[in-house]
């Protein structure tokens, strides 16, 4: 089976390599990233912008839009990405140029998507500092990844990162898709209720645990936190409206592809992890074998 992995990292920042070498123990770079792949059978991934302008500062409020891939000179071939929003420079004067530099961005061939970082930056997804990226968004018809839930970074403030304020937005903006990274966990219901309400809300399954094979599978063989997540999925009832991603370099491809699979009935493995990521990033088409 082939496989996107529609969620994943790939810029220079302290907490993600420091995770990759003590957490996760993976090689943190563009060969480690394709060695992976090719175990997998993964075809494509697509990276979340991101930069830390400053080390140890993600997240960062100084980072100027639009947010990248970094980690390498080169972004490595089976690669595309959104592109990060800094809401914090959208403001004031240099407002303007930020979303000129933004615009200019999202028309490149491997822009795929804008993601906004609910939860690391202290304002809801609603807010009207972000209405001139989902303006963007429509115009070219992007879809927005919303992170959700728990944040990896303790200077995160978790009442911006709740689902449910994602509700408010898919209502708003009907014609935009918007992905609830990391089904909103510890959310799961509430991320669970807001994809089967609304017809332009879909979740992503990256990030539910971070580690190694021998962490991913501590977790697999524990009953309540495998039943949390599937509590969600049972109760959204809909595999259509759920993608697979990993969040790379978080835990270790494989075992995380395993791990996803135990979650979901096996009929719907070919929707998780291929055709609904085609569906919902409608750019992604021609960079696929
Ligand atoms: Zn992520």
């Excluded at 699979?261 to 960079?287: D, G, Q, R």
Aim: charged share 25%; glycine share 6%; proline share 4%.
């Amino acid at each position: 089976m082939k496989i996107i992995d529609a969620h994943l990292h790939f810029s220079n920042i302290e907490s993600f390599k420091n995770t990759a070498k003590n957490i996760s123990h993976l090689d943190y770079s563009g060969t480690g990233l394709k060695r992976e792949f090719e175990a997998s059978n993964v075809v494509l991934g697509i990276g979340m912008g991101l930069i830390e302008s400053e080390q140890g500062g993600f997240p960062d409020y100084s980072s100027d839009n639009p947010m990248g891939l970094d980690l390498e000179k080169c972004i490595p071939e089976p690669l595309v990405y959104c592109v990060g929003i800094n809401p914090e420079k959208l403001k004031g004067s240099i407002k303007v140029n930020q979303l000129y530099d933004i615009e200019n961005e999202l028309k490149k061939d491997r822009v795929v998507g804008v993601k906004i970082y609910a939860g690391y930056y202290p304002y809801y997804v609603y807010d009207e500092i972000y209405e001139p990226v989902y303006d963007l968004a429509k115009k070219y018809n992007l879809p927005v990844v919303i992170h959700s839930g728990d944040t990896y970074s303790d200077r995160g403030l978790l009442k911006y990162s709740h689902p449910l304020a994602v509700d408010e937005l898919a209502v708003r903006h009907r014609e935009i898709n918007f992905i609830i990274a990391h089904f909103g966990d510890p959310w799961i219901m509430d991320t669970a209720e807001i994809i089967q309400k609304n017809s332009n809300a879909y979740a992503d399954l990256s990030g539910l645990l971070v580690g190694d094979t021998s962490g991913v599978n501590r977790f697999k063989n524990e009953r309540l936190f495998v039943d949390h997540i599937k509590r969600g999925l049972i109760y959204a009832d809909n595999y259509f409206k759920v993608i697979f991603g990993t969040d790379w370099p978080l835990v270790q491809i494989e075992s995380y592809v395993d791990f996803i699979k135990y979650l979901v009935p096996e009929e719907f493995h070919e929707y998780i992890f291929y055709k609904n990521a085609l569906k919902v990033f409608t750019k992604i088409e021609k960079f696929l074998p």
